[in-house]
């Protein structure tokens, strides 16, 4: 049990044992002006006590609480940022080279549509590390878990500076002609 808890349960004792010599001093055949003011003072003592540890309590809740909500923010954006890619998965960066060498989904090799269930197929493949259209660098390589008719499966994205936007066929045709050369 915690302290608060244990604070809680002797406050509510207190509080019991104040409403019944209240009652009493209420009761009594022969009831003083002065038996009745002190159990009543003792009584709103043992209210206030009461509801400070309350709110005590309430603070303690809503503290845990936002520490949960902050953990399982940070646990959606650790799967929206792709950070529980699959094992053997290993991100790939382009700092300082060349080429750089993506994650991406190839549809030319999945079944065709309505031909049983999607199973997502990816392929690792390296490409130039400059825009096709501009030449200006590409963006750095972030992964994410996508989910396609239940499948999930891990890729890599990249938004470009210059605005360009790279799709998937045109990557790995490109990384066709990359490896040929
Ligand atoms: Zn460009």
Redesign the pocket.
């Known amino acids: 049990m915690t302290e608060l808890m244990t604070r809680w349960n002797a406050s509510h004792d207190r509080l019991n044992a104040a409403t019944i010599a209240r009652d009493e001093a209420f009761r009594a055949s022969n009831p003083s002006r002065q038996q009745i003011a002190r159990a009543q003072e003792a009584y709103d003592a043992a209210v206030a006590a009461h509801y400070a540890i309350l709110d005590e309590m309430n603070a303690a809740e809503d503290a845990e609480n936002r520490a949960e909500e902050a953990a399982a923010v940070a646990a959606a954006e650790a799967i929206i940022r792709g950070r529980e890619r699959p094992q053997g998965e290993k991100e790939h960066t382009m700092r300082n080279t060349d080429t750089m060498t993506v994650t991406v989904r190839d549809r030319s090799a999945e079944s065709p549509w309505g031909q049983g269930r999607t199973s997502p197929v990816t392929r690792t493949v390296t490409i130039s590390a ?7 660098r ?1 963006g750095e390589p972030f992964g994410m878990n996508q989910c396609d008719d239940g499948a999930w499966y891990w890729v890599q994205r990249w938004d ?5 936007l790279d799709r998937y066929p045109d990557v790995i045709k490109e990384s066709e002609s990359v490896n040929m050369a």
Do not use: I, L
């Open positions: 400059f825009c096709p259209v501009c030449g200006e590409r470009n500076p210059c605005g360009h």
